[in-house]
């Protein structure tokens, strides 16, 4: 990785992290986004090692907030999660030896979809919902953890419906996204498709996932939550279509 990449690397993680620790989630989509559009990576390398600044970004906000995790509905979630993301996992991997546009397509809609999602208030639900919808929107989550290190859009709408705390919701989010990477690294390890050592190089991004975590809950921004949802909501959005586009026209042999 050269230093030319590696810094521009270290700017998108850093700008993950901190909209992630503002708003609940959008590291994984800001970081596989801003990798889609520069090509810094290749898409499989960059889940691997968002994964592990996923991993480090919620280590960071658990050491106070563990006590507020829902440990019951994590678990359900994460029952369900798990299984889908082996699949994801095994679909990224097939799609990227051969299918390359589809894959970033796939990646400019969920980017897209998710933003559309961040953009909206979720209506609050007057009761809990059943296990049955934690068993089902963790599936989903995990099928997308698996493929872009990217299993919070589902969660987050499921989640902020609910009547819980948001201090509760939020640090069960992070705890459920914390064992995905956990799960995801290892499934990479074990399946021997670890990245290069150059491309691990990347990994110097831990220090700065921790600053911009820091330096969000020291110094949040100057306007309101729905503003920041607003602006991380635009950004999603153009770089889920400037991803999604040029590989519909790959696809349908259109040149642009």
Request: aromatic share 8%.
């Amino acid at each position: 990785m050269s230093l030319t990449v590696l810094i521009g690397f270290l700017v998108l993680t850093g700008a993950a992290a901190y909209a992630q620790t503002l708003t609940g989630f959008a590291f994984g989509l800001i970081t596989m986004g801003g990798v889609g559009l520069t090509g810094l990576l290749s898409l499989p390398d960059a889940a691997m090692i968002v994964s592990v600044l996923t991993l480090v970004n919620a280590t960071q906000m658990l050491l106070k907030g563990w006590r507020d995790v829902a440990w019951d509905q994590c678990g359900l979630v994460m029952a369900a999660s798990v299984p889908m993301l082996f699949l994801g996992y095994w679909l990224l991997e097939w799609l990227a030896g051969s299918h390359v546009d589809l894959l970033r397509l796939l990646l400019g809609l969920v980017i897209v979809v998710s933003s559309m999602q961040l953009a909206r208030k979720p209506e609050p639900l007057p009761a809990q919902s059943g296990n049955g919808s934690l068993l089902f929107f963790g599936g989903i989550a995990g099928l997308m953890g698996g493929m872009f290190s990217t299993a919070g859009p589902p969660l987050v709408y499921h989640f902020y419906r609910q009547p819980m705390p948001l201090v509760k919701v939020r640090e069960t989010l992070v705890t459920v996204f914390a064992l995905n990477a956990v799960f995801r690294i290892g499934l990479v390890t074990v399946s021997g498709d670890f990245p290069s050592s150059s491309t691990l190089s990347g990994l110097v991004a831990v220090p700065a996932v921790m600053s911009a975590t820091y330096a969000a809950r020291r110094w949040p921004p100057p306007f309101s939550p729905a503003a920041m949802r607003r602006i991380v909501f635009i950004l999603l959005l153009l770089s889920g279509i400037s991803l999604g586009a040029p590989a519909v026209l790959h696809l349908l042999e259109i040149s642009p």
